[in-house]
C-alpha cells in the first residue's frame, strides 16, 4: 500500500510541471483592438493595423484597420463594441495574424470573439475564418485548423466560439483572422478576441487521479 502511493505523488509532481509549462505558452496582446487610439482621427479610424500588436496582410491597402465604435461620416458605420470601443474592420481577402506562443501535446485552442456586419453600400458581407498556424502564414507557416463563420445580415453581431485543434505540438503558433469573401467590397467586422489553451484531456484526468491519491495520504 505505501509503495503504490508513492508512485501516486510521483505521478501528481510530473503532472503540475507539466500543466504550468503548457499555460504559461499561449498569449494574444491587443485582443480587444483599443490599441491605438483612434478617436481622434479623421472617421475615428485607421487604415492598417500599425501600432496595434497584428500584423496585416490587406487586399487592398486603403480598406481595413481600426475603427471606433459608432464612427459616423465613413463607409462603415459600426455599433456599439462589445468590449471596449474599437473594433478590427477587414475587407475581402483581407486577414491579420499575430505570434501567439506555444501548445504541448493533445493541447487545443479555445477562441471566443464578436463578430459585426456594418452597413455600406457593397452588397453581403464577409464570411470570417479563425485560423491556427505552425509558422508564419506570410513565410513557411502550415495552417492547422481554422474555423468559418457565416456573415451576418446587416447591422448583426454575433458571439463567437470554437475549439481548434493543432493536432501535435506546436512550437511557433500564430493566430489569423480572415475575411475569407475575397469578391467584390466584402467587409467584416470582429472585437473581443479571448484565447485560452485547454490542457489534453488526459493529463486532467490523470491530475485527479493524482489528487484523490494525495488526499488518501493525509488522511
Ligand atoms: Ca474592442
Ligand atoms: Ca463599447
Known sequence: MKRMLTLGL???????IGVATADAAISLTNGSFEQPDVSGLTNKYQTGFAG??????????????IIAEGAGGFA????DAPDG???AFLNRGSYI????GSLGAGEKLHVTFT??????SSGIGSDVSIEIWNGNPTSGGTKLDSVTFATLPYGDRAFREATLDPGGVVSELYF??????????????????????????????LMGLGGLLLVRRRR
Open 76 to 79: 462603415v458605420e459600426n455599433a
Open 115 to 120: 463578430q459585426y456586419m456594418q452597413t455600406n
Open 85 to 87: 470601443i474599437q473594433w
Open 10 to 16: 510521483a505521478t501528481v509532481g510530473s503532472l503540475v
Open 176 to 205: 489569423v483572422v480572415r475575411a475569407v469573401t475575397n469578391t467584390g467590397d466584402k467587409n467584416v467586422s470582429v472585437d473581443n478576441f479571448v484565447l485560452t489553451a485547454i490542457p489534453e484531456p488526459a493529463s486532467l484526468a
Open 52 to 65: 496595434s500588436s497584428w500584423e496585416a496582410v490587406m487586399s487592398n491597402p486603403s480598406y481595413g484597420g
Open 97 to 100: 495574424y499575430q505570434h501567439i
